[in-house]
C-alpha cells in the first residue's frame, strides 16, 4: 500500500468497506440512493452493477431495472469517458467530467482520418431528427435514417477501431446530453443497446467531483483521484484544493473531507465478519484501482487461478476473478458456474457458517435473477472454464 498513513490497516480497510456500505446491507434503501452514498458503478455488460446492489441493500434485479426504466439510475459515459451506473442527482456531472473524451476521438478522427468538424456536427443534426423520445433506435436504423450523413471511414478506420462517422456523433450527442442509450432488454448486464432523444442539462466541475469522490472513496491520493477522474495533475491539485480535502495526518498524501475527519477517529472496527461477494470491478476496488491496499501479504503472493506463471494475485492492477470481501480485506475469489448453477469458491479463511450463509445467497440472487455473474461483456461460460476448474481444484484441496 503507497503513502500509509498514520492509522492500522485493518482500521483503513474496515473503514473503506464502511463508507461503501459493505459491512452491513442497508435493506430499504433504493439503487439511486445506495449509488449517491457509495459511488457510481461501473458497467462493462457484465453483473457488477446488480452485484454491488445486491451486496449493499439487498436489491433485487427487478427493482434495479424499474430504477432504470424510470430514470432514477443510468448508464451514461462519465469519469475517463467510460460507463457508469449513476444517480438522476448525478447526471449533468458525470456527463460534465465524461466531455473531454468524445472531443478527444473527434480530434483524433480530424487528425488521422480526415473527419472534419463540420461533417460531425451536420450528422448529429441528422441524428437528433430521426431520434423519438419513446421508441429507440439501433446503430443500424439509425445509419439507414440519415443516410448520406454517415460516411464510412475504410481501412484507416477500421484500422483505429472507428469504421463510420456514427459512433463519432453519438459520443458527442450524449455527452451533451441530447441523447441516451437504452439496454434492449432494460437489462445492465448486457451491450446491445438503442438511442432516444433527451434534454439532458450537462452541469459541474473538477471540483464537484472531488468531493463526491473523497466521500466515497476517502482517505485516497491524488494518484487515486487521478485515475479515477482522469484528470491531469493540475486539474486534480485544483480540484482538490477547491474541494476542501485535508491530509489525513500531517505530512500524509491521504486526503478526507474535514467532516469526516472525527467520524474516522471515532470508528472502530468491527469484531465479527460479514462476507460479501463482488464483482472484481465493484468501487471497493475500482475506485482506487489499488489493489494491494485490500490485500493481506501472503494472499497478494497467491498464483492467479489460471493465470501465467509466476503472476500473483497482488502483482495484478485489478482481480482476474470475482472476489469476496470481509471488514475491506479480500478473503476469498469465485466465478459462477453455469453449469452447475454454483458459485465455486477458493477462500483464503477458514470458511465458517457466516461465509457459507454469504456464498449461498449470492449463488440464489445468480441463478435465479440473473442467469450468470459474467465480469464483462465478452465474457462467458466458456472464456471462464479455466478460471472455474482452477478455483474448484485448489478448494478441494
Not at 461501473?42 to 441493500?57: H, T
Not at 488521422?112 to 431528427?129: M, N, Q, S, T, Y
Not at 465479527?272 to 475506485?287: C, K, N, R, S
Amino acid at each position: 500500500m503507497e503513502h500509509r498513513p498514520a492509522i492500522s490497516t485493518e482500521k483503513l480497510r474496515a473503514w473503506w468497506s464502511h463508507r461503501q456500505w459493505l459491512d452491513r446491507p442497508r435493506t430499504g434503501a433504493s439503487p439511486a440512493e445506495v449509488l449517491a452514498a457509495t459511488g457510481w458503478a461501473r458497467s462493462v455488460g457484465g453483473a457488477a452493477p446488480y452485484l454491488g446492489l445486491f451486496a449493499r441493500a439487498g436489491l433485487r434485479r427487478a427493482a434495479v431495472d424499474a430504477a432504470v426504466a424510470r430514470l432514477e439510475v443510468h448508464e451514461l459515459p462519465s469519469a475517463r469517458g467510460c460507463t457508469y451506473v449513476l444517480p438522476a442527482v448525478d447526471f449533468a456531472l458525470g456527463l460534465a467530467v465524461g466531455a473531454a473524451a468524445p472531443e478527444g476521438e473527434l480530434a483524433a478522427a480530424e487528425k488521422h482520418l480526415g473527419v472534419g468538424r463540420d461533417e460531425v456536427e451536420k450528422l448529429c443534426l441528422a441524428i437528433e431528427r430521426v431520434l423519438s423520445d419513446v421508441e429507440p433506435l439501433d446503430p443500424t436504423s439509425i445509419r439507414e435514417e440519415v443516410g448520406d450523413a454517415v460516411r464510412t471511414l475504410g481501412e484507416a478506420g477500421k484500422k483505429r477501431g472507428v469504421s463510420t462517422t456514427l459512433p463519432l456523433a453519438l459520443g458527442l450527442m450524449q455527452s451533451r446530453g441530447r441523447i441516451r442509450r437504452v439496454p434492449v432488454n432494460g437489462r445492465l448486464d448486457q451491450q446491445r443497446y438503442g438511442y432516444v432523444s433527451w434534454d439532458q442539462p450537462v452541469a459541474g466541475n473538477a471540483a464537484d467531483l472531488a468531493r463526491r469522490y473523497f466521500s466515497w472513496a476517502g482517505p485516497a491520493t491524488l494518484k487515486h483521484f487521478r485515475w479515477f477522474s482522469g484528470f491531469t495533475a493540475a486539474t486534480a491539485r485544483r480540484a482538490v484544493a477547491e474541494g476542501g480535502l485535508v491530509p489525513l495526518a500531517p505530512g500524509s498524501e491521504f486526503l478526507l473531507l474535514p467532516e469526516l475527519a472525527i467520524e474516522l477517529a471515532e470508528f472502530t472496527v468491527p469484531t465479527e465478519p460479514h462476507y460479501t461477494l463482488l464483482a472484481g470491478i465493484d468501487g471497493i476496488h475500482l475506485l482506487h484501482r489499488d489493489l494491494p491496499r485490500l490485500l493481506d501479504p501472503a494472499d497478494a503472493e497467491r498464483p492467479l487461478p489460471a493465470g501465467r506463471a509466476g503472476r500473483s494475485f497482488g502483482s495484478e492492477a485489478d482481480p482476474q476473478t470475482h472476489v469476496v470481501l470481509d471488514r475491506g480485506r479480500i478473503v476469498g475469489l469465485w466465478e459462477y458456474d453455469t453449469e452447475r448453477a454454483e458459485i465455486v469458491l477458493q477462500s483464503f479463511v477458514p470458511p465458517d457458517d457466516a461465509l457459507r450463509a454469504a456464498v449461498a445467497r449470492t449463488e440464489a440472487f445468480v441463478r435465479d435473477e440473473l442467469g450468470d455473474a459474467r465480469g464483462f461483456s465478452l465474457d462467458s461460460p466458456r472464456s471462464r472454464a479455466p478460471k472455474i476448474a482452477a478455483l474448484r481444484e485448489t478448494s478441494a484441496g
